[in-house]
């Protein structure tokens, strides 16, 4: 209980926000491809998963390392081979749907095909009974009928309930726009306050009509009279404009965005699931066994003042001893920790600067034992601009029988940026080095500068290249 | 800085003056401020003459000299001849000058290792700058 506690009060807000989202996340996915065989793939891969973590920690090696490249592979597949999966469900909802709301796959019942059927029946004095489900299965009520999964016709309705046909007696109950069952027996109305000329379609009507929110139409066979039943209330039909405004109503309920009783219960048990799945997830990457690591990490400093620049630091990089679970350890890469120490207010001159916990940036999960160093020495200076005169350097062999003359280099001189200090103890720019190498007469080239160490750079408009014009003459002896 | 110059020097004017093309000429009204008429980097100086100069000199040639020759000299003074090597010192030279004119020079000795840009900077006596030259002594 005590180890319970201590977890819970150990938990951050973040590690809160991060189990939602990522189980939020997983669950719009199975939303979006319910009902795919995706979904069942995806399944098979997450037992695969903990089958491979499972035998991991068994040692079993062959097995683990088999399971690893299944996973593998079958993840490369899945994307190959239900990309048109994917494709459609991406392409054919809008943002809204696919962070939110249930989409439905249910298919309309073709009320004008129904209402046709039944007058048809009506006229021409042929009992019928037909069950148009809602949200409660019926199987629990009844489970006698005879699948036949045709799509509704006026047609099929009428041949249906011919009086020559095997199963005419009993109820057909339509599903969407199928008719899922024919011959079905109803359970019969224990009532004793129904009409006397109400038959056993009529009573069947009724008790169905008691045990769930299904709608029941009843074609007497002897008055030809059309009778809906919703709530164990029967109610006779006049017109087929009637029939088609009550089928229309009922059949409203089952719309998109609505889901039924036993989808919720389906996503209240996918929600769940993705929570479980997500925790297990978190805790074995975040609050696994404790490991540790040390990495070397260079300082990075911010922005000092606007005219100041670092010259001199006693160290470029700290040593830090990291701790976490094994996989975050594991995962962890040099560039996701910086040490980061802000130089803002500091003048000009020398300068230590204590390292604390707060200026190491870490991943979520992985905690800092130790720093070392544990203080930075620095000197800050003023930056600068200096103009210099460039000089060409030259490097060997003069070719025999030349001598160099004269030199132009143009523009002769440029602008530096760099600390007041290392500025101060330059007097000239050097170019590139220009060889001598097959100059016997006089012309010009196009050379870049040298920077020193410790210079910022070339001031903004000033020269980085320069052009050297030279005059050859013979050598005298 | 290791110690690497050497002996730069001078055989100064005043040395030769008596001997040298150096001399003195009569001006009928003698010019109020030192005047340098020719600075100049060269191979070797001849009878107080720069012989061959250039701005690229072989290390082979053991050494370089620095010519510079003033018109008027108004009063005995002394002016200095600095050589530097990639920006860092590596010898002044004192050098005497006598009215009415008058002519000098230094020169250092070149070793391995002194391969790059030079410049050789003249100076007043109170540190003036009067020419910079650059050269660049190459393997």
Redesign the interface.
């Known amino acids: 209980m005590k180890t319970l506690a201590f977890f819970l009060a150990s938990l951050r807000w973040q590690d809160l926000v991060d189990l939602l989202l990522n189980s939020y996340i997983l669950f719009r996915l199975y939303v979006l491809f319910r009902g795919t065989v995706m979904v069942r793939v995806l399944t098979g891969l997450a037992l695969l998963w903990i089958a491979q973590s499972v035998s991991g920690r068994l040692g079993l090696i062959l097995t683990s390392w088999v399971i690893q490249g299944i996973i593998a592979a079958g993840a490369l597949i899945i994307i190959i081979v239900f990309r048109n999966e994917i494709r459609s469900v991406f392409q054919a909802r809008s943002l809204k749907s696919i962070l939110w709301g249930f989409p439905r796959h249910s298919v309309q019942t073709p009320i004008e095909a129904v209402t046709a059927a039944v007058y048809e029946l009506a006229r021409k004095r042929i009992g019928a009974l037909i069950v148009i489900p809602a949200e409660k299965d019926l199987g629990d009520i009844f489970q006698n009928g005879i699948p036949v999964d045709a799509r509704i016709s006026r047609e099929m309705l009428v041949s249906i309930f011919w009086p020559g046909n095997p199963v005419h007696d009993g109820a057909a109950v339509l599903n969407g726009n199928r008719i899922a069952q024919v011959g079905a027996i109803l359970p019969l109305s224990r009532r004793e306050d129904l009409p006397s000329h109400y038959g056993t379609r009529h009573r069947a009507a009724a008790g169905l009509t008691e045990q769930s929110d299904a709608m029941v139409i009843v074609v007497s066979e002897e008055t030809g009279r059309v009778v809906a039943a919703r709530s164990g209330r029967l109610v006779p039909i006049e017109d087929n404009v009637s029939l088609t405004r009550m089928l229309a109503e009922h059949t409203v309920q089952a719309a998109p965005g609505a889901p039924t009783r036993d989808e919720r219960i389906d996503y209240a048990i996918a929600g769940l699931v993705c929570l479980m799945l997500v925790g297990g997830v978190w805790f074995s990457f975040s609050r696994g066994e404790e490991t540790l690591t040390s990495l070397e990490v260079p300082i990075e400093y911010l922005k000092p003042g606007v005219a100041t620049e670092i010259v001199e630091t006693s160290t470029g990089a700290v040593r830090l001893d990291l701790s976490g679970s094994g996989p975050l350890i594991r995962a962890l890469r040099p560039e996701q920790v910086k040490v980061q120490v802000n130089l803002e207010n500091m003048g000009s001159g020398p300068h230590t600067v204590v390292l604390t916990p707060e200026m190491v940036r870490l991943p979520p999960g992985v905690s800092l034992k130790k720093m070392t160093p544990t203080a930075v020495d620095l000197t800050l200076d003023v930056v600068g601009e200096k103009s210099l005169p460039i000089q060409v350097d030259w490097v060997g062999p003069l070719p025999k029988g030349v001598r160099i003359v004269s030199v132009e280099v143009t523009p002769p001189r440029t602008r530096i940026v760099g600390s007041r200090s290392e500025l101060s103890g330059l007097a000239t720019i050097y170019t590139e080095k220009v060889s001598l190498t097959g100059i016997t007469s006089s012309g010009s080239l196009t050379v870049g500068l040298v920077l020193p160490d410790g210079i910022t750079g070339i001031a903004p408009g000033a020269a980085d290249r320069v052009t050297v014009n030279y005059t050859v003459a013979p050598a005298k002896p | 800085m290791p110690i690497r110059i050497l002996a730069c020097f001078i055989l100064v004017a005043a040395l030769l003056a008596g001997v040298s093309g150096a001399e003195p000429v009569e001006t009928p009204a003698a010019p109020a401020r030192l005047t340098l008429v020719q600075a100049i980097v060269c191979e070797q100086v001849e009878n107080l003459a720069p012989?061959?100069?250039?701005?690229?000199?072989?290390?082979e040639l053991g050494e370089v000299a620095c010519f510079t020759a003033f018109d008027p000299v108004p009063e005995e003074t002394v002016i200095y001849h600095q050589w530097?090597f990639?920006?860092q010192p590596s010898a002044r030279v004192r050098l005497r000058l006598k009215p009415p004119r008058w002519s000098s020079f230094s020169r250092i000795q070149l070793r391995p290792g002194d391969?790059?840009?030079w410049?050789v900077e003249v100076t007043d006596a109170d540190g003036k700058l009067l020419a910079r030259q650059?050269f660049?002594v190459?393997?």
Do not use: I, M, T
């Open positions: 012989k061959n100069p250039a701005v690229v000199f072989p290390l530097f990639r920006d391969a790059g840009p410049r650059r660049s190459v393997e």
